[in-house]
């Protein structure tokens, strides 16, 4: 079965305010995990990782939270901007191969 | 800044026909991949492939499924007798180390298969 996955298939933001997007995983061993963004018409874009021995890493814009004790991260994204709009993916590494779940659709509204 | 690339960008073909989707991971990346994407659905994997051998691959990467790096810079998809499922975005690949959440991913191949 899906080993992560996401809450929400679209999420809605006035352009300036803060991004959340949630993903659940069911592996309690699973350690390392990825948030990509893709744009339409392209290919999935790297944005942060994090793992497990850290429970929040921060980049250019962006937040991730893991909570391994519920099995949850989050992606937040800060002033959220018209390029943010995408699909977002919460993705497991395993090793030789990262598994994506399903993604999250961000509409920004002017 | 470097990218990996692949071509063509659309192929259609019909069902049985074998299609070959190629594919130029960045060059001092030692990493492949194939994944596919089923319109509006998941990105799925499909194999790894690392030192001229397959690392892993999934349930979808059957018999009818080959990858071959055939010189020092193309990663290539086989697909031997195509059916109408296989219809999907492919996406090429790579990173520069094993283990890496850090995959840089091409602009994908639509393939159509009629």
């Known amino acids: 079965g899906e080993s992560v996955g996401l809450h929400l298939p679209t999420l809605s933001v006035q352009e300036g305010d803060n991004s959340i997007i949630n993903c659940a995983y069911s592996n309690s061993a699973s350690d390392y995990f990825i948030w990509y963004k893709q744009e339409s018409g392209k290919g999935p874009q790297f944005i942060i990782d994090i793992r497990s021995n850290m429970d929040k890493r921060q980049g250019q814009r962006v937040t991730v939270l893991l909570n391994k004790t519920v099995k949850h991260l989050s992606l937040q994204i800060a002033a959220t901007q018209p390029g943010d709009s995408a699909v977002y993916f919460c993705a497991e590494n395993m090793g030789d191969k990262i598994i994506f779940g399903k993604g999250t659709r961000l509409h920004i509204l002017p | 800044e470097p990218e990996v690339t692949q071509t063509p960008s659309h192929q259609v073909t019909q069902m049985g026909q074998e299609v070959i989707l190629r594919c130029v991971p960045i060059s001092n990346h030692l990493y492949f991949y194939w994944y596919r994407q089923i319109l509006g659905q998941k990105v799925e994997f499909l194999v790894s492939?690392?030192?001229?051998?397959?690392?892993?691959k999934s349930e979808i990467f059957d018999d009818q499924f080959s990858v071959e790096r055939p010189d020092g810079s193309n990663f290539t998809l086989k697909i031997r007798s195509t059916k109408l499922e296989d219809s999907a975005m492919y996406f090429c690949?790579?990173?520069?180390?094993?283990?890496?959440?850090?995959?840089?991913f091409g602009p994908g191949t639509r393939l159509t298969v009629t």
């Open positions: 492939f690392y030192n001229n051998e397959i690392s892993e």
């Open positions: 690949a790579s990173s520069e180390a094993a283990g890496t959440g850090a995959l840089y």
